[in-house]
């Protein structure tokens, strides 16, 4: 499974951006995929991740309200639309994939999935 994310960029405090992440390789669309973010020097985050068939989708709190994980099945594409931005929301940003589908979406969120794409940033200025 290869995941390429696109969309990053800077964004101005309060804006919006979505990102995408472009799916090939032996991928369902009842397989696990999620949203994970970095910082330099800061542990990784799972932002949203949809697990368990897509019957468990997970947000973090510091994102709930203001980001939306969606997919594309036919396109193979999972999106993060992410509206308020906020300077803290700025990172590195992860999709990722996991060919398990059992577990619920907070579970893969903590754990992290077995495939990862590149990262893309995101820069949000006041």
């Known amino acids: 499974v290869q995941l390429q994310a696109s969309g990053g960029g800077f964004q101005q405090s309060g804006g919006s951006l979505t990102l995408s992440c472009a799916i090939s390789g032996f991928y369902r669309d009842y397989h696990a995929i999620g949203w994970f973010r970095q910082v330099p020097g800061k542990e990784r985050e799972g932002v949203s991740c949809?697990?368990?068939?897509?019957?468990?989708?997970y947000y973090a709190d510091s994102v709930k309200g203001r980001f939306t994980i969606s997919r594309d099945n036919a396109k193979n594409t999972v999106y993060l639309q992410m509206n308020s931005l906020k300077l803290e929301d700025t990172a590195v940003y992860y999709c990722?994939?996991?060919?398990?589908?059992?577990?619920?979406?907070?579970?893969?969120?903590?754990?992290?999935?077995?495939?990862w794409g590149q990262g893309t940033q995101v820069t949000v200025s006041s």
């Open positions: 990722a994939a996991d060919q398990r589908a059992r577990y619920s979406g907070s579970y893969y969120c903590a754990n992290g999935m077995f495939f």
């Open positions: 949809i697990g368990m068939s897509g019957r468990s989708t």
